[in-house]
């Protein structure tokens, strides 16, 4: 297959370009003594995730079971889940999986370790335990290092359960100042603070500058988006998923139609400077101003150069991971200029 060949909608992914954003981040990591544990649900390709650690990863993040469950296959043999497992459900899917790798999930609450200590129990394999704590999200996490304190408490009373260390996202002053707290409470009490794992692709390459981040969890670098460009984290060129649609109406000059919608591509913004839900790469004036199912309606200045009917245009989406989520498969650009389809693994495992 060839690029001419392509049947859109479409995402495209360079693997040169991927290599080139794996091989630079596990520098800067190995460079700077933080491991690499990258979060797979930006691509969610067992093929990517083998390849991941082949190139020094320690293991990967993922955000749900269903996620783990399919990374099984990657072979790789440590996993954290960097999202709170509540209740019996999850505890007996855990406990399915927990004796075919190292597992370590999230927990912000008495229940999340309450439910990682009956997975242990039924599984009869330790399970580790990261506490989250916020650094100015407002989402998930501990807001007090005297929380951050009790949930390490019962951890480590917890038979079967390790106390591996916290974690938040994104990592950022915030988190400097709230484990420079909190540190020497852990140590007052004998526990100690194993690890400090760390989020954000936008800000990865400044990791190092807070002295605190021993992990570093990060997704998006390997394709990079709209979003990485406008944080001044990526360039285009650092782009390795294109989404590849056609133009199949010109209504009138300046106003023309792709068939690519809220169905292949995001509805996310890219942050302030940077209107519509893409980037056109070939046209980067024109605006995708609006998205419906399976249309994307695009606005140009009528005196500015425009795609004809029918031709194929590229585009950066704004925030990647939701679109490798929308494709049962990507195509993937080999060294050699071909084109393979490569199944997108994970897709759908939200649960």
Not at 254 to 265: E, R, Y
Request: hydrophobic content about 45%; glycine content about 10%; charged content about 20%.
């Amino acid at each position: 297959m060839t690029y001419d060949d392509i049947e859109t909608p479409a995402p495209l992914v360079d693997l040169a370009t991927v290599e080139r954003n794996l091989a630079r981040m596990q520098a800067y990591c190995d460079t700077h003594g933080i491991r690499l544990r990258p979060h797979i649900k930006t691509h969610k390709i067992v093929r990517l995730a083998r390849r991941q650690a082949e190139l020094g990863a320690i293991g990967i993040t993922c955000q749900k079971l269903t996620e783990a469950e399919v990374m099984l296959d990657s072979g790789v043999q440590d996993i954290l889940i960097s999202y709170p497992l509540i209740g019996p459900q999850k505890a007996r899917r855990l406990a399915a999986i927990a004796g075919k790798a190292r597992f370590t999930v999230a927990a912000d609450s008495t229940l999340a370790v309450d439910t990682a200590a009956e997975a242990a129990r039924l599984s009869g394999a330790e399970i580790g335990v990261l506490v989250e704590f916020d650094s100015g999200l407002g989402r998930t996490g501990v807001v007090t290092p005297e929380a951050a304190l009790a949930l390490a408490q019962q951890v480590v009373a917890t038979p079967g359960l390790r106390f591996a260390g916290v974690m938040t996202y994104p990592a950022n002053e915030a988190t400097a100042a709230f484990v420079a707290r909190l540190r020497p409470m852990l140590d007052a009490a004998g526990i100690g603070l194993p690890m400090v794992s760390g989020g954000g692709s936008p800000r990865a390459f400044h990791m190092h500058e807070l002295g605190c981040v021993d992990e570093l969890r990060v997704g998006t670098y390997i394709y990079n988006d709209r979003a990485m460009i406008g944080a001044g984290a990526a360039t285009i060129e650092d782009c390795a998923l294109m989404v590849i649609a056609t133009v199949i109406s010109i209504p009138q000059p300046g106003h023309f139609i792709i068939d690519a919608g809220t169905k292949t591509l995001t509805s996310d913004p890219a942050g302030p400077g940077n209107p519509g839900f893409g980037l056109l790469v070939d046209y980067p004036q024109a605006v995708i101003e609006r998205l419906t199912e399976e249309h994307g309606i695009v606005s140009i200045d009528p005196t500015l150069p425009a795609p004809k009917l029918g031709e194929k245009v590229r585009i950066v989406p704004n925030h990647v991971c939701p679109v490798s989520n929308l494709h049962d498969q990507v195509l993937v650009r080999l060294p050699d200029g071909t084109l393979e389809a490569w199944d997108v693994s994970a897709r759908g495992c939200t649960r």
